[in-house]
């Protein structure tokens, strides 16, 4: 798997930083329309202390908030140079489905593809795989605004 980002590129793009980035590295990217991304999950994430002891399972919330930073990614390096100075916020998640539990070992492979932008809105399709299966799938929904706008 060849790798497009590497995580110093991502943390260029992304303002997220340990904990919450949730993106390890990009290893497709077709301007515009889709990206993917990988997430090693290891038993080092903190979330595994709590969720759950002696039966660790990646949030679900965790798994649509990568999904939700690698169409950030997309977003980004399809825009401009005004909206690159700004930060991509989530707007909406709609149709929502865990099919099945994340675990440490697994390594999440996350594609987002873009549905549309209109009036600075972006809208994806995106789904977190492992081992081939579909973990998790959503629809997105995210805006760039001013850093110190909200």
């Known amino acids: 798997m060849e790798t497009v980002f590497d995580i110093n590129?991502?943390?260029?793009?992304?303002?997220?930083r340990y904990p919450f980035l949730?993106?390890?590295?990009?290893?497709?990217?077709v301007p515009?329309?889709?990206i993917v991304g990988i997430k090693n999950v290891t038993i080092n994430e903190p979330f595994f202390q709590?969720?759950?002891?002696g039966h660790p399972?990646?949030?679900?919330?965790?798994?649509?908030?990568?999904?939700?930073?690698?169409g950030g990614i997309l977003a980004y390096m399809?825009?401009?140079d005004e909206v690159r100075n700004k930060v991509c916020y989530?707007?909406?998640?709609?149709?929502?489905?865990?099919r099945k539990p994340v675990l440490p070992g697994d390594q999440l492979r996350i594609e987002v593809a873009a549905t549309g932008?209109?009036?600075?809105?972006?809208?994806?399709?995106?789904?977190?795989?492992?081992?081939g299966k579909v973990t998790t799938q959503a629809e997105l929904k995210a805006t760039f605004a001013d850093k110190d706008r909200l």
């Not at 709590?50 to 002891?53: E, N, Q, R, S």
């Not at 932008?117 to 972006?122: D, E, H, L, Y």
């Open 9 to 16: 590129e991502i943390m260029k793009i992304l303002p997220h």
């Open 22 to 29: 949730l993106v390890d590295r990009i290893v497709e990217h």
């Open 32 to 34: 515009g329309e889709r």
């Open 50 to 53: 709590g969720h759950f002891p």
């Open 57 to 70: 399972i990646m949030p679900g919330v965790l798994i649509v908030e990568a999904m939700a930073q690698v």
């Open 78 to 80: 399809a825009s401009d």
């Open 90 to 98: 989530f707007a909406s998640i709609d149709n929502v489905k865990f």
């Open 117 to 131: 932008c209109k009036r600075g809105i972006w809208c994806f399709s995106a789904k977190a795989i492992v081992k």
